[in-house]
């Protein structure tokens, strides 16, 4: 089991005690303001699943933190515009302005109430990592180039993540959908050769979607799926 599926199940369990407690005239001492903790944990978890540190799940820890700030009234001020300037100064810092050329493929990309579209050319992919929250991103590794096996750590929060792959890869696809969901739409994984190239893709959706596909056709009509999602 995941962290991150630990960590859902976990606070399902203690969403369905408070609301016993809460029908049954108990009471829980006002833990239920307390709910943002569960956006908090839920980015943790998934850095802990994915053992290391990328802007998806920091955005969705920041989140959280947010939330849990003006649950409990900790300010009268608007906490939109300094959470905003967080969020984009960790693109920044995670390298979301890179460009992506004939490195290793450890870069990000990321979309924030807009859509982008990069296309990786990497020689040696190992690993990289793409971020939509409200928005869509095209990750198009049709030009690069896996030894063995590489990693895309995919998040999409209200918005949609597409990758696109060669025919030849294999595609090994994880994750956890909430009110959201992943999906693979390659053509040829059941005819490849035991050595051909693994790309592993590890997936959170959260009321957005993240696909993997060959052609631009089926990833256009993914993002068409998430639009209609958030609307």
Known sequence: MTPVRMWIGLVLVALGAIGILEATGTGTGGVADWWPIAVIGLGLAAMVGRRRVTLGPLVIVALGFVLLADQQSWTDGDL??????IVFGL???????RSYGHGRGEDSSFAMFASTKVKDR????????ATAIFG????????????????????????GVDILVPVGWRVSMTGTPILGGFEDKTTSNGFLPPDAPVLKVNAIAIFGGVD?????????????RTSDRVS
């Open 91 to 97: 693109a920044v810092l995670f390298g979301v302005s």
């Open 136 to 159: 869509g991103v095209t990750l198009d590794l049709r030009e690069a180039h896996i030894d063995q096996e590489a990693t895309v750590d995919a998040t999409a929060l209200f918005g």
């Open 80 to 85: 939109f515009g300094p959470a905003l300037l």
């Open 122 to 129: 990497s020689e040696h992919l190992t690993r990289t990592d």
């Open 212 to 224: 993997v596909a060959n052609r631009p056709g089926d990833a256009a009509r993914t993002q068409d």
